[in-house]
């Protein structure tokens, strides 16, 4: 069995809960145990974040959708460059097609 040096599984231990700092959710306050978020979308949801150790209350919301553009807000736009026409090249037979004999006397 491999074993792993302690100080190595402390500093991967201290990336990954570094990685969940910060981390938001929607927590509802509804009477009755913790359910899903599409049960009671009209009921004030709690926004709780992660600081390492715990759940900290940091606001308070009105209903599901406002949780939502809280939790998870629209990423900006691209904008891609404008791009130019490509040349018209014709009506041709295709790569894929073989001349016909009719043709190549035509040339």
């Known amino acids: 069995m491999h074993e792993e040096p302690l100080e190595e599984w402390a500093r ?3 990336e990954r809960r570094d990685a969940s700092k910060g981390k938001l959710r929607a927590v509802p306050l509804a009477s009755g145990p913790n359910r899903g978020a599409h049960v009671e979308p009209d ?5 709780q974040q992660w600081n390492g150790t715990e759940w900290e209350t940091v606001g308070v919301v009105d209903n599901l959708a406002a949780a939502k553009a809280l939790l998870h807000p629209p990423q900006p736009v691209e904008v891609k460059p404008t791009q130019w026409d490509p040349p018209s090249y014709g009506k041709g037979p295709g790569r894929h097609r073989r001349p016909t004999p009719a043709t190549e006397q035509d040339s």
Not at 43 to 47: C, D, L, N, Q
């Open 43 to 47: 009921a004030p949801r709690v926004i």
């Open 12 to 14: 991967r231990r201290e």
